[in-house]
């Protein structure tokens, strides 16, 4: 059975100007849960956290 993914964007909580730094990436269509991953972020020039935003 193949499951369904959709796309997200990762928005840095660490920048002064929300929305700057942006990763993509997926999930399942039917989780229910915020995805947070550290990823870096070259506006504050350190690895942050990055959390999911709606496309």
Do not use: I, N
């Not at 993509?24 to 020039?45: G, I, S, V």
């Not at 690895?47 to 709606?54: M, P, V, Y």
């Amino acid at each position: 059975m193949k499951t369904k993914e959709r796309f997200v964007w990762l928005v840095c909580t660490g920048c002064d100007t929300p929305g700057r730094s942006r990763y993509t990436t997926h999930k399942r269509q039917k989780a229910a849960y915020k995805l947070e991953k550290k990823k870096y972020c070259k506006f504050c020039r350190k690895h942050a956290l990055h959390r999911e935003k709606k496309l």
